[in-house]
């Protein structure tokens, strides 16, 4: 069965820090992937998605994640984070061309000091 | 473009009562879904509709969980008897058709709490 492992339950930086966090699945096949943001008090919406093509992949407000298919790694990036960046983070994978549920990790809580 | 509905918003109840939570999808998108998803942890799908069709229940706990799509638009889902271990978000996302690709919508959620 596939699983997501997100390495960090809670995160803290202070603005225009660096961030990464990481981001691994278990699957066999081919995947696509992606990242959720919850901001405080609003839904989950998509930040960033990865199908095929370029491994490096750019997402809203300036995040990118990138695949690296042989660690089955999908890492979210940003140079310089800001305080409305604070919010919780979600990876997310399924299969191509069979079922497209998506099988979520248990996220990251962001929280960025102004 | 309006996005997903659901409510309420917030329920309390006992355990070993019912509940019910509604969800108006994205209008057109055809495909349907609920999740939930407990404190500390990401979303779990329960079940996803197509039209009104069930194309995914597996995670459904069948023996107190249901869930319908009777016109293929709005959805139901149902709990009964209510458990502890059910106190929960309840997430209700839609996207315009069945393949992995389509982005996934989701609604505001539903935050049970059983006592």
């Known amino acids: 069965a596939q699983s997501v492992s997100q390495h960090n339950h809670h995160v803290i930086l202070s603005e225009a820090a660096s961030l990464e966090l990481g981001c691994n699945y278990s699957?066999?096949?081919?995947?696509?992937l992606f990242w959720y943001v919850q901001y405080p008090g609003q839904h989950l919406q998509l930040l960033l998605k990865?199908?095929?093509?370029?491994?490096l992949v750019k997402g809203i407000k300036g995040f990118e994640a990138e695949f690296i298919k042989s660690k089955f790694s999908f890492n979210l990036r940003k140079p310089s984070v800001q305080w409305s960046d604070t919010a919780e983070y979600f990876c997310?994978?399924?299969?191509?061309?069979?079922?497209?549920?998506?099988?979520f990790g248990k996220g990251t809580k962001l929280t960025v000091n102004p | 473009e309006a996005g997903v509905a659901q409510s309420p918003r917030y329920k309390i109840i006992e355990k070993r009562q019912s509940v019910a939570f509604w969800c108006n999808p994205i209008?057109?998108?055809?495909?349907l879904y609920w999740y939930q998803q407990i404190l500390g942890q990401g979303p779990k799908l329960l079940i996803q509709?197509?039209?009104?069709?069930?194309?995914?229940d597996s995670q459904l706990p069948k023996d107190r969980f249901s869930a319908e799509r009777l016109k293929g638009v709005d959805s139901t889902l149902k709990i009964q008897p209510a458990k502890l271990e059910d106190s929960a978000v309840y997430l209700c996302?839609?996207?315009?058709?069945?393949?992995?690709?389509?982005?996934?919508?989701f609604g505001p959620g539903t935050r049970l709490t059983v006592t």
């Open positions: 996302a839609s996207s315009l058709e069945i393949a992995s690709t389509y982005e996934q919508y």
């Open positions: 699957y066999g096949g081919t995947v696509n």
């Open positions: 990865y199908f095929s093509g370029d491994p």
């Open positions: 997310a994978v399924n299969n191509q061309g069979g079922s497209e549920k998506l099988v």
């Open positions: 209008s057109g998108h055809a495909t």
């Open positions: 509709f197509q039209n009104n069709g069930v194309v995914d």
